[in-house]
Every structure is written in C-alpha cells, then in structure tokens.
C-alpha cells in the first residue's frame, strides 16, 4: 500500500470562489443540473450524483452584530472507515493503494445501500445510469502523478493535496496560528487517526462547529449495529420458534402417530 | 496600478474598496499571504461580499459616499499628525504655494473659485457651466519654479489648503454621509493610517466601485491623495492597485482603443487647437518631467503606423491622422446617443454586447434599431447580433441590417494580454478556429488590405493617410506573425543607427532595446513606445519574445522579473524612487526596495555611483539623489511631485456630491452633484432621472458581478457548468426592507427606475442593511447585471432580464464613465 | 435537510421485504409443524414449504426488477461479506431457495422413508428461513439513518413479524382452502397470536428506544397508517378476534387478512418514510 494521500480543506482559507466545484465538473465530465433555490449563493443543497464538490455559503450573524458569512467547499471524506464501503454488496466501492475510496462504476449494481450509509451523505444515486456516484479523488489524475483538480484550481491553497503524514502536521500548525490570530471557534475535522471513522483522508479545518456546516458532530460507522441486531434478531426468533413448538407440541403423544412409530 | 500583485504579500494593511475575492480571485491569492504574515484586511463596500467574508474588518458606506470616506481619512490622518510628514514635503507639492485667488469648496460653498456659465449645454444644466481655471496654480519665482515653503504653513501651501478643504469631512459627518457609525469609522481609520510610516506600508485597491460614479476620476483621486499622505506610493507593501476589467483591458488601454489618446498615451490631436504637427508637438508637450520626449515617441508612432510614407516633409503623416473637432468627446455613451439621434449610421461591434452590458441598455437597444447596419464580431451569437429579439421588440420594425461574424477566442490565436499590472503575457495558440472563424488581428488586417485594394489610386486627401499605413506582418497574406506584430509594438530602427564615433548600434530593421533610444528624426518606429524592450533581439539575431518569459519568483527576485515583462522598462513597481529618503537610503531595513550605491560603478567610467536594489529603478538610474531633481520621484509628473493640487474638469481637490440620483440632498453643501458631470438630454423618454429623495424611487441600488459570471454574461451563461452555478437572475436585498415590503425569501420580485424595470428573485440577506442617513433609515438593493435573453438550453434560470435596463445614460465629466454604480429605485413584491 | 440521504427505496423493496418475510416465516411453521405437529397438521407442511418456494422465486424477480437487469444481481454473487447484511443475503437466498425446494418436493413427492429427510432438511432450513425474513432490518440497523439504525431492534422487528405474517398467510390459505376444520388451522393460530404479541412488545421498545427519532412514521403523514393501519388493525385486532372469536372461522380468515395488511404497512411505513 502507497503512502495515503489526502486533502486538506482550509475554510479559513476559502473565498467561494467555486473554481474547485467547476473544475471538478469540467475534469469529470459532470454533465449539468438543475439548480436548486438555496436562498443564498449555493446551488445545491447536498452532493449529488451530477456534484461531487459543492460550495457551502453558510450566513450566521454574531452576538456582536457582525456577520460571518461561513464559506466551505465539502467534498466526500474518503474515511479511513468508510459506511459506504463496508456496506457495498457487490464489491464496486473499493480502497485504492492511496488510501482512497473509488467506486467501479462497471460493477456498481445500483443497490443504493452506500447512499444510506455514508454518514455525511456523500454518495448520491444517479438516476440515469442506475449507478452510484461520488468524488474519485481524481483517480485517473493521482494514478499520473497528478493532483486532484480541485485542489489544482483553487486559487488560495484552501485546498491542499498531499501525502497524509505531511498535511496533517501543517494543518496543526495552521490552527495553532489561528488559535493565536483570535479564532476562537478553529478546529480541525477528521484530522486525527484515532478521532471518528479512524480520521477521514480529506478532512478539514473549520472556523465553526461542524453542524455548522452540514457535518455531524461525531460521525459514526453504520456497520456498528450490525452484530447488535443479530443477536437480538436471533433471540426474538427463538422466542417464536419457542411459541410455535408449544402451539404444534402433540400432547403426550397420545393422538395416533402419523407413520414414523 | 502603481505597483504588483505579487507584492501586496508585504503589506501591513490592505484596505480592499473593490469586491477583490469575486472579481479578480487569482489576484487576491497575495491577500491571502499577507493575511497570513499577519497583515491587517478592511474591505469597505455598501454589501458584505466573499472578500468581506475574509476581512478584518467591513466597512459598509452607502453607494456614491466615497469622497466622504477618503476625505474623512485624510482629515483623520492630518488631524491625528498619522501622516508621513518627510515624504509629503519633499516627494508631494504640499510645500508648493497657490494662487491667493484660489477658494477651497469649503470657503466657496462646495465649489471652487472659477464656475463659470458657459452659455452652451442645449439644457443640460451641468455643460452650461465649467471651470474657469486661472487661480487653479503656483506661485512662480522668478526662474519660473513654484514657490515652495517646506515648514508647510503658509496658507497657501498646498498642505494647508487641502486642510482646510477636509476640515469638514470629520468622522461624524462621514457618519451622516456614508452611514458608516462613527465608532466603526474611526476603527477603520485608525487600522489603516497607523500601518503606514517608514516602517509598515498600506495598500488600496479599487475598480469600478470607485470609477463608475460621476465623480469617478475623482473618487480615484481621492484615494491616491490618501496613499501619498501616508508615503504609500513607490515603496514594498504600498502602492494604488487599479484591479482593472477584461484580461487585456491594461493593454487595451496601453494602445489606446480609446477616443482621446493615441498609443502609450499621447494627446489625440485636435481639428482647430492642432493645425500642424509643430503646434500639435509645443502644446501637448509638457515642460518638464519624462513627458518632455514625447516627440520622440510621437514620431516614431507614426514611423510605425505610415512607415516609409511618413518623412520630415509630409510631418510624418501627421496630416493624415484623423483629428477630434473639438475637445468634444466620443466616448461609448456619446456613441450610442449619436446613434439614436442618427447621427451615427454604421456599427462594429468587435467583441463587446452594449445591448446587456451598455449603461441604460434600453436606450442602447433602441439606438441599434435605428442604424443602417450593424457588423458583430463574436465567440458567440450575442444578445447585441440579436437586439431585435429583445422582449418587447417586434422584429418588423427593425430596419438595421445586420452581419454575424464568428471570432477565434484567445486558445485560437497567438497574442499577448496585458494584465492588471502591466505585465505582458504571451499566449500561444492552442487549436486552428474551425471554419471561417477568423482571429481579429486576421479579420482587421485583410478588410484594411481589401479596402486599401479598392481606394488604391484614390487622389482624395482623406483617403491618403489610410492608403499609405503599412500592414504587413509576415509572408502569409492571410494571417499577421503576431510576433511581428509585437515587434512594431515594440519599436524598431527604420535605417542604420551610428553612434557618434561611426559605430552601428542599431542595423535598419532591427528592435528597440528601450524607449530611451527613439529619437524624433524619423530614424526610429515604435507603436507604443512604454512597451519597448518587450521584445528585443538576440546575439543569434532571433527575436527574444519577454512576454513569453516564465521565470518565476524566488527568494533572489520576489517581483519575478523574469516573469513576462511589465512596462514600463519591466519595472515592477513604479515610482520606486520613492522607497529611499532624500539621501537615497530606504525609510526603513523592513521596508528596502531601491537605494543609492555611492560605490557602484556610474554611466561614465570615471564616473561612481548607481541606483540598485530589488527593482528596475523607475528613475534616471545615475541621477544622484543630491544631484538636481536626484530627490523628485514622481519623474511622470512635470513637476516631478505627488499631486495633492491636481486641477480636473471639476476641480483640483476632490469634494462630495451626491450622485445625480439620489435619495438624500448634499449634506456637505448646497451643491447637490457634481456641477460639471453630464446628463444627456434630448433622448425622449429613454433617459428620465429621479428628482433627489422621490417617494416614487426611495431606494439605492448598485449593480455589480458575480465571481461564477461573467460580464454581459455572453461567456458564462451559455456555459452550462458556469449558468448552472446561480438559481436565477437575483437582487439582494436586506432583511429590513424584506420585512417591510413583506417579501419572502426567493419570492419574485419587480425592480424598477424611471427608465425601466426587471424581474429578479429576491435575495433576502443578512449582507445589506439599511444605512441610517442623517438619522434617516436609507435601504440600499444590490441587482448582479450578468442576465439577458439568451442562455444555455434546459437552464431557464440562465436567462433573465437586463439589468442595464435600469441605469441612466449621465457621466463623470473627466472619462464619461457611466454612473451605474450608485442610482435610485423601486421594489415591488411579485411580477408588476 | 438531512445529512445522510436516504437510499431512495420505493415500493418494488417494500415488497421484497414482506414477501420475503412471508417466505421465511412460513418456512419455519411448516418446519416446525413438520417436526412437532402430528399427522393433521400435513396441509401446513405443505402449504408451508410450497408457499416459501413460490415466494422466493417472487422475492427474486422483485430484486432483479429494482435493480433493472438481472446481470446485476451477480455483481453481488460475484462477492461475499460475511458482515454485510445485504451480501450474505443475496447468498442467503439462494441457499434457502434450495432449501424450499427441496422440502416442498419431498412434502409432496417424497416417499413415506424420506419424511425423517424432510424433517432434518426442514431445521437446517429453518435457520435459513429465519434469516431471510430478519436481514431486512439488519440491514437497515447497518444504515446511516438514524431512525432505521439506532434502536438496533430492525432485525428483531421483521423477524417477529415475518413469522407472523408467514403463519397468517398459511392460516388465510387453509382458510381459503376450506381446511378450517383440521388441528393445523388452530395451532397456526396460536403460534400466531405468539409472534403478534413478540411484535407488539418489541415495537415498544423500538418506540421507547427512538424516541423523537420514530418521529418519520409516529408523527406525520405515516402516523395514521401506522398507529391505525400497523397497531390497530394489523396487530391488537387480529389479537382481540383470536382470542374472542376463535369459534367463528370466517372472522380467523379476516384476522389473517389484517395481519398480512399489517405487516406489509410495518416494511411500508418504515422504507417509505426515508425514500
Ligand atoms: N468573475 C468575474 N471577474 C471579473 C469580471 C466579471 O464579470 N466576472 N469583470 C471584470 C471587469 S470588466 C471589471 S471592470 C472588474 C470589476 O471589478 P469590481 O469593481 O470589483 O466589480 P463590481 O462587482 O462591478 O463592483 C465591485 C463592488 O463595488 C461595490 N460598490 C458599489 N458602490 C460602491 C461605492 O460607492 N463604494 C464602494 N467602496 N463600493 C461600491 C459593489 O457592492 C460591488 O461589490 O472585474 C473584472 N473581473
Ligand atoms: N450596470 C452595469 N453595467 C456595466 C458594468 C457594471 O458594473 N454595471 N460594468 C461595465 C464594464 S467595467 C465593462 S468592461 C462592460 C463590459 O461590457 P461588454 O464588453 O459589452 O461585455 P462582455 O460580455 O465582456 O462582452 C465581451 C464580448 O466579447 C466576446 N469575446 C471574447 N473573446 C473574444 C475575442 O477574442 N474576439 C472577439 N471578437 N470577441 C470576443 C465575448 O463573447 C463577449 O460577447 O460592461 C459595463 N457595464
Ligand atoms: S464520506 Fe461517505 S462516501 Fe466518502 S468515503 Fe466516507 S463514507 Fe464513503
Ligand atoms: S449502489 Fe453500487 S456502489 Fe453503492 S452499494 Fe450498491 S453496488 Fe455498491
Ligand atoms: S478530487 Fe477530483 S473528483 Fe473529487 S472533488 Fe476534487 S476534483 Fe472532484
Ligand atoms: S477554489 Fe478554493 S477558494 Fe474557491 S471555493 Fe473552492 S476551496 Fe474555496
Ligand atoms: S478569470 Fe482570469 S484574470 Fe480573472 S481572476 Fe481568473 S485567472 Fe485571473
Ligand atoms: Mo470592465
């Protein structure tokens, strides 16, 4: 296995521009959609099978009667512990040797079980293929040696591309400098390998916290429940089984036998 | 702009008055980096934009008030001494005295001595009154020079006059002007004036927020005066950074496609002022500073656009060059107005779309319809090649012809773009134009070949001059070598050039090293004399193409010399003279960019001494700082100082108007707008202005553009990852005004002026708030003008209806700007 | 709006889930009629196994259908995670497939010798049986929705309910069969009224464990479907009509109606509420 690659999102950084959400749609061959009325800036209120990088616009006036108008390009985290991967039947989603998470388009049967369990809502379900779509990491781009084209385009470096042991200790020192700067609020997102789904390959720094930003506080792996429900699953089916022997139970056998005496 | 991109990273504040982060968001990257050394960021604008978001501090100002902020920043930094006192005596004419006739605004009611009536102005108020300018001046010694007094108190110093001309700009009248609360104002200038000085440096940029008002030329102004006051100019971190338009419009400009210049900015001679070329020459000539060599450029322009047509005899053509009837101008506005009073009967439109992106666009429309012909040369059909398809138009009345004529955009074609600073970029072509698409260059070089074919043999004198310019650039009939092209640009040696002892410096034909080598004797040819040194020849004898250099930064070379080449002289940052005291050292170790060596070796070899350092000196690179004028940067100024007395049309101090429409009256005067801007008339109902605070249009508007759009939106609507980006045609309006219109978030809206209306969805956002004017609570709307009727199939949100339909045909009195960004309006919930 | 989106699953997996609950309950009555129950309680057997061979050929055509070819549905055979609910489950209907058949052909064919066969096949498919009708909800426990995850009960949930429905569906088809009057119909019954009240007791719980998270079919537009539809009528009054009207046979057939109503309005409510 290569050295993990990651991205490195800076908010703090990010201007919406949306170059990274166009470059990606121009490098994928993303054909166009709708938009959809958000009340602001943003076009799209979620990823979809058509939007693999989608600019969040997020207005939230202070206390102080100042505005923050919150700006953040989200992107599929590429999990360490990815729902969407554990939960493909068909083996379509799989970790490349860069540690991230691709979907073979060619064996995806259109199940759509991924879409319910990515826990950020990521991966999105496209109608006229029948197939499920989400960010490759450019794919095609790092296995020749290039960037993710989104990161490429962005004209601030908010969108930093790297190996994952670099990025992550220069993502630390950024916080620490904003710390410093008065941002109260800065913290970095799926950063850390022992923090949820075993650190995420693109994650994040935020200025806010991350339901802010359409993000769950703790994102946790779906599979965990799996086992649980078994359990009970096979309890409750020994509890019928139980019912339905007594219900069927010939009584002392007396009633005649039915040939195998 | 005054300096560099790349060198905004050194600021110790930056004070954005444009929206940097949308409209020129590679540039704003060097925001970015400053920010991160721990630079201070202001971005003052009526809406909270992107670039706000990024800020450390909004300063929203109500549209039109800027005269009031910079004037209230240049009180604030005199009254609180935060100015850099050595820099404005000796590098500005503050020290200079004038005229005991003149009377600031502030003595003469917000006019200057001189207002005269001229009679004229066919009922346009403003024309039928200009400045008489005789107090407009220095005092003289006896040699002629400007009386100067160097502690600054005389009276009539510059220094105190302009004093006394802001005394009233405090920072409560800012506040009843502009809105801005006093407490936020004095932040703002504190933040700012204080991050200047020898050792920090601030930096301003602006575009059309502060040009498209009619005081636009002042407003500029204005901020400049605010830069040398606090000795921003010429040094590392300052400077003024004009974030201009279109990817070449610097270079557009640089040539002159422009009524009243002619290439590298010289005067565009006049009928009856201009005679003959000697007049033409001892007038627009001036007495001092580098301007005094225009002759030289003069005549090598028109070495290159008659060659060898153009002798001693015939004054190199001069003659032929067409010349303007009066000082009267011919700007876009003019244009259209002749056109719909039919004056004008013929119209190219060479890549630009006046039927969306023209101010007052209704009136653009219809004067269209009353042309004989219409030529539009485009990347794509545009809503101007199809004006009378405009909602509302029937077609049948239209009796304009009119001829479709496909572009090559610029992956089509060899070329350079001249960027917003001054640093010009070659680009190769990518792919052949399919078809008959043509690249301009190709397109205008063989209708001139064609239409000198068929005057050949022409006796009339008006056709001389067009039959004897030269157009050939290479072998290939068709196709100009743009290199070739660029060469001309550059300038070139028309004959052998020997020194004085008999030695060949220059064989005939080959490129000009710098502009310093034109000469007036016809020996050499250039088309834009800045740009000489752009493309020069090799030892092999090959052209070496500069703009084609991609060397980048390091940490030897942080302005990337090596990167293109910026005119004028590849200087990086203009004025640099500037950055070293009176003795030639920098003002500060921190703040070092050029410096006198006394031990480096001088221009003679007998001779010692030389500036150096981190630029090309903008400057006589031997003239010591001792030596005469060795201490004046301002080498582009006859004076060869820092204007803070620069008389314009409407005045050599900038004063607050209000803009022509209006919701309040002037509180600064009696004098409601600017008295010399001007308002067409004559154009039926086409151009009805709002009378000052009318119930019928109570609300500001500003119109302006989207980071994912561009311009009349012909390249980014019909695209459909860019028209995918917006829902639909929008206007921003405030939460306030929402509430009291009872409009819903995404609703449909009617937008409405006198001149016409739109229909938009509503916005509502937390990033405009109403201002409170002189107690009074003003709404201001924000309305993006990117829409129009055509669009990307399936996107119907890619269409929508012209902004322009909204603004008024009146201009600033200086360039003829429009005023589209500061006029009133109407909003009615629902389609209306 | 959600963060996690939902998988956008309509009626076609609605009908995969009853019928292969159906399947799977029915299986396991006629299994354990088969080992326990005595010589009248034959007609379950049969009905019983045949009923879970015809069911699952159903199941499969509803699976290839949502899918759109049937290529698709080897995607999945073409790999195996034993802690995927879904990819076993795909595999897991083959095997039970088997598993029916061959039971339903020794039910019917198999010789008076082979009926010790039957019974040994009929346990092991049993397991089989109960897993098609749970990993339904199993597999929406594995999900990223709260409201199918949290409460871990899913599993739990269908299966109770698939034996349920699969007893109803084998009581309605004696019912319909005229085959009232024997012993089967009775026991089915009772081990019926086991299941609803099994399901009763752990939908509580799931109500109880979710809280506001059950708010997508306690509260609005599924709420009367599920308290009126689920509740009422496809458990407590099936219940009630047992126990009182036991005597009457016609209201026995009505009973397994609404239960079979019921536990297609429990897959109903729970997929359609996030689709
Ligand atoms: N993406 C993109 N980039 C572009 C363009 C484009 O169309 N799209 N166009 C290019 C061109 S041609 C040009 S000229 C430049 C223009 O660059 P900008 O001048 O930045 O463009 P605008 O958006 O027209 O106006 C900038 C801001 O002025 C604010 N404003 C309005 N009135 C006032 C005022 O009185 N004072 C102050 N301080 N602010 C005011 C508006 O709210 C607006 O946010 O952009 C260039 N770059
Ligand atoms: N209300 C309001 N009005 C405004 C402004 C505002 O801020 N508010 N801004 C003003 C400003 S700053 C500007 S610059 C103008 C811009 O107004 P325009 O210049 O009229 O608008 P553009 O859409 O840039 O038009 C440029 C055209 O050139 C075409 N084109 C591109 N490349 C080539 C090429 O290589 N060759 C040829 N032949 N054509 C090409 C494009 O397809 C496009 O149709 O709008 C002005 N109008
Ligand atoms: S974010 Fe969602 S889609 Fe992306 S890897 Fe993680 S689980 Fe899969
Ligand atoms: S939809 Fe495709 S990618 Fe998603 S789980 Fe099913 S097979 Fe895998
Ligand atoms: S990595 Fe590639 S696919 Fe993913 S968001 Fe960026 S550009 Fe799109
Ligand atoms: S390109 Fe960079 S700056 Fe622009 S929106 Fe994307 S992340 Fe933000
Ligand atoms: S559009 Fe071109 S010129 Fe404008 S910011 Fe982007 S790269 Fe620069
Ligand atoms: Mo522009």
């Not at chain 2, 695209?719 to 939460?735: R, T």
């Not at chain 3, 059950?214 to 689920?230: E, H």
């Amino acid at each position: 296995m290569a050295r993990t690659l990651a991205m490195f999102t800076d908010t703090s950084l990010c201007i919406g521009c949306r170059a990274c959400q166009v470059a990606c749609k121009q490098w994928n061959e993303l054909p166009m959609e709708q938009p959809e009325w958000t009340g602001g800036y943003q076009n799209q209120s979620h990823f979809t099978d058509k939007t693999y990088r989608l600019v969040r616009f997020i207005e939230k006036p202070q206390a102080n009667g100042q505005l923050q108008w919150l700006l953040m390009s989200d992107v599929c985290k590429h999990c360490a512990q990815a729902g969407c991967l554990d939960a493909c039947p068909t083996g379509a989603i799989y970790r490349t040797e860069y540690g991230t998470v691709n979907i073979n388009q060619d064996v995806c049967n259109g199940c759509r079980y991924c879409v319910s369990s990515c826990p950020f809502g990521v991966v999105a379900y496209n109608h006229d293929t029948g197939r499920a779509n989400k960010c490759t990491f450019c794919n095609d781009r790092i296995h020749n040696g290039l960037g993710p084209a989104c990161a490429k385009t962005c004209p601030t470096e908010s969108i930093q591309f790297g190996f994952r042991d670099e990025l992550v200790p220069k993502a630390e020192k950024r916080l620490a400098k904003l710390k410093e700067m008065g941002y109260a609020g800065a913290q970095l997102y799926g950063a850390d390998t022992n923090g949820p789904l075993g650190g995420l390959n693109a994650f994040f720094l935020l200025l806010d916290q991350p339901t802010t930003y359409h993000l769950p506080e703790k994102p946790l792996l779906p599979q965990r429940n799996v086992l649980v429900d078994s359990l009970l699953s096979v309890g409750s089916a020994l509890l019928v089984g139980v019912g339905a022997v007594l219900a069927f139970r010939e009584r002392g056998g007396k009633e005649g036998g039915d040939g195998h005496r | 702009m005054t300096t560099n991109l790349i060198d905004i990273q050194h600021s110790d504040v930056i004070m954005a008055t444009s929206n940097f982060a949308e409209n020129h968001p590679v540039g704003f990257q060097w925001v970015m980096k400053a920010k991160e050394r721990g630079a201070k960021f202001i971005h003052v604008d009526p809406r909270f934009t992107r670039t706000s978001s990024v800020a450390d501090l909004h300063v929203p100002l109500r549209s039109g008030t800027n005269i009031a902020f910079f004037g209230g920043l240049i009180n604030y930094a005199i009254q609180n001494n935060l100015y850099f006192k050595d820099y404005v005596t000796h590098y500005t004419n503050a020290s200079f005295l004038i005229d005991p006739a003149f009377k600031t605004a502030t003595d003469g009611g917000g006019l200057f001595t001189g207002l005269e009536q001229t009679g004229k102005g066919g009922g346009d108020p403003h024309l039928a009154q200009t400045y008489k300018r005789d107090s407009w001046k220095y005092q003289l010694d006896g040699e002629g020079n400007p009386k100067r007094d160097l502690t600054l108190k005389d009276p009539h110093t510059v220094f105190q006059l302009l004093k006394r001309h802001y005394s009233r700009y405090t920072p409560e009248m800012v506040e009843r002007v502009c809105g801005i609360p006093k407490e936020k104002f004095v932040q703002a200038a504190k933040l700012y004036c204080e991050n200047s000085g020898p050792e920090k440096t601030g930096t301003i940029t602006y575009a059309l927020n502060l040009t498209q008002h009619t005081n636009g030329v002042q407003n500029i102004r204005s901020l400049c005066m605010l830069q040398i006051l606090l000795g921003n100019i010429g040094r590392p971190g300052g400077g003024v950074v004009a974030l201009r338009g279109h990817a070449n419009v610097q270079g557009a400009t640089d040539l002159e496609l422009l009524y009243h210049e002619l290439p590298g900015y010289l005067p565009m001679p006049l009928r009856d002022a201009h005679p003959d070329y000697k007049t033409y020459l001892e007038k627009v000539t001036p007495k001092g500073g580098f301007w005094v060599n225009l002759p030289k450029f003069s005549v090598s322009l028109l070495k290159a656009f008659y060659g060898d047509a153009a002798t001693k005899d015939n004054e190199f053509g001069y003659q032929w060059l067409p010349k303007r009837a009066s000082a009267d101008a011919y700007s876009h506005q003019h244009m259209f107005v002749d056109m719909y009073k039919g004056v004008i009967k013929g119209f190219l439109a060479d890549g630009q779309n006046p039927a969306v992106g023209g101010p007052n666009a209704k009136l653009a429309r219809a004067a269209m319809g009353k042309l004989e012909w219409l030529v539009v040369k485009d990347i794509f059909i545009t809503e101007t090649a199809e004006f009378w398809k405009a909602p509302g138009t029937n077609a049948k009345d239209i009796k304009t012809e009119v001829f479709f004529l496909p572009a090559a955009p610029a992956a089509e074609k060899d070329g350079s773009l001249t960027n917003t600073m001054r640093l010009i970029q070659w680009h190769e072509r990518a792919v052949k134009p399919p078809g008959d698409v043509t690249s301009d260059a190709e397109f205008f070089v063989s209708l001139a070949k064609r239409l000198q074919k068929m005057y050949a043999g022409s006796k009339k004198e008006r056709d001389k001059g067009f039959l004897a310019a030269s157009f050939d650039y290479g072998s290939d009939p068709k196709e100009p070598n743009m290199e070739l092209v660029l060469k001309e640009i550059n300038g070139f040696a028309t004959e052998d050039i020997t020194d004085k002892d008999g030695k060949v410096v220059y064989k005939k034909g080959q490129a000009l090293n710098t502009f310093a080598h034109m000469t007036d004797d016809g020996k050499t040819a250039g088309g834009c004399w800045i740009y000489t040194g752009v493309t020069v020849e090799g030892p092999d004898g090959k052209l070496i193409n500069k703009a084609n250099a991609r060397k980048p930064a390091d940490d030897k070379d942080y302005l990337a010399h090596g990167w293109g080449f910026a005119w004028p002289a590849n200087r990086r940052i203009l004025y640099n003279r500037a950055s070293a005291d009176l003795k030639g050292k920098p003002w500060s170790e921190k703040k070092k960019l050029i410096w006198w060596d006394p031990e480096a070796p001088g221009n003679e070899p007998d001779k010692k001494g030389k500036w150096v350092g981190l630029d090309v000196p903008d400057f006589n690179a031997f003239l010591a700082p001792d030596a005469k004028n060795g201490d004046k940067p301002f080498i582009m100024r006859a004076d060869l100082v820092g204007a803070f007395f620069g008389p314009l049309n409407d005045g050599p101090f900038p004063e607050h108007y209000e803009p022509i429409e209006s919701p309040t009256k002037n509180l600064l005067s009696k004098q409601q707008n600017n008295p010399v801007a001007k308002i067409w008339q004559g154009l039926d109902d086409k151009n009805a202005i709002a009378p000052v605070g009318s119930p019928d249009f109570p609300y500001v508007i500003t119109t302006y553009r989207l980071t994912e759009h561009h311009l009349s939106g012909v390249m980014s609507r019909q695209l459909p990852m860019l028209a995918e980006l917006f829902h639909s045609h929008f206007a921003e309006i405030s939460h306030e005004l929402a509430a009291e219109l009872g409009i819903q978030n995404g609703e449909k809206i009617t937008v409405l002026s006198p001149r016409g209306k739109v229909h938009v969805t509503a916005m509502v956002t937390h990033r405009l708030k109403p201002f409170m004017i002189d107690g009074k609570k003003v709404h201001q709307i924000g309305v993006p003008w990117h829409w129009g009727y055509n669009g990307t199939p399936g996107l119907p949100g890619s269409k929508g209806d012209i902004t322009n339909d909204l603004s008024a045909t009146v201009a600033d009195p200086t360039v003829y700007i429009q005023e589209t960004k500061a006029f009133v309006c109407n909003v009615k919930k629902g389609v209306v | 709006m959600d963060i996690v989106k939902t998988p956008d699953w309509h009626l076609l997996i609605v009908w995969y889930f009853f019928i292969g609950g159906i399947a799977g309950g029915a299986y396991f009555t006629a299994a354990i009629a088969d080992n326990y129950g005595g010589v009248r309680d034959r007609s379950v057997v049969r009905i019983g196994y045949t009923l879970a061979l015809l069911l699952i050929g159903l199941c499969g055509v509803l699976l290839i259908l949502d899918l759109g070819t049937p290529s698709r549905f080897l995607n999945m055979l073409g790999h195996f995670k034993f802690w995927n609910p879904m990819s076993i489950g795909a595999w897991m209907l083959g095997v039970f497939g088997a598993f029916a058949f061959v039971s339903s052909a020794l039910a019917w064919f198999g010789s008076e010798q082979s009926a010790g066969l039957r019974r040994k096949v009929s346990l092991i498919g049993t397991i089989f049986g109960f897993f098609l009708a749970s990993y339904t909800g199993v597999l929406l426990s594995g999900s990223a929705q709260p409201f199918w995850s949290e409460a871990r009960l899913m599993g739990a949930l269908f299966l109770a309910s698939g034996a349920s429905t699969g007893m109803a569906a084998i009581s309605l088809l004696l019912f319909l069969s005229g085959e009232t009057s024997g012993e089967g119909f009775r026991k089915v019954k009772r081990s019926d009224r086991v299941a609803i009240l099994l399901e009763l007791v752990i939908l509580a719980v799931f109500l109880g464990l979710l809280g506001s998270a059950a708010a997508p079919i306690t509260q609005g537009a599924f709420a009367p479907l599920f308290w009126g539809g689920l509740i009422a009528g496809g458990l407590v009054l099936p219940l009630l009509l047992d126990f009182f009207g036991h005597r009457v046979k016609a209201l026995g057939g009505l009973a397994a109606v609404l239960v079979l109503v019921g536990g297609f309005i429990l897959r109903y409510v729970i997929v359609m509420a996030r689709a």
